[in-house]
């Protein structure tokens, strides 16, 4: 059962919901109102083991490494 984010058109307000089947409607918990949009959303990432994550932030090294910040270029981490 996913939870997705939606927008509500009328009163510009975002918010989460969890969809259980193809049947629920998304409903804005501030107006009441069913006219939503699907927002996209970032997954997030888990944590495994102590202070590893599952995915990493920045690659080793290379042209495509990391995230584009400076320090990502010599393989440390700018998050971390």
Do not use: W
């Amino acid at each position: 059962m996913p939870i997705y984010e939606y927008r509500c058109e009328p009163c510009d307000h975002t918010f989460e919901t969890l969809i259980r089947s193809t049947g629920d409607v998304a409903r804005c918990p501030k107006c009441g109102n069913i006219d939503v949009a699907k927002e996209f959303s970032v997954p997030a990432a888990a944590q495994v083991g102590r202070g590893g994550s599952a995915l990493p932030v920045c690659a080793p090294s290379g042209p495509a490494a990391g995230c584009g910040r400076p320090e990502c270029g010599s393989g440390s981490c700018a998050f971390g």
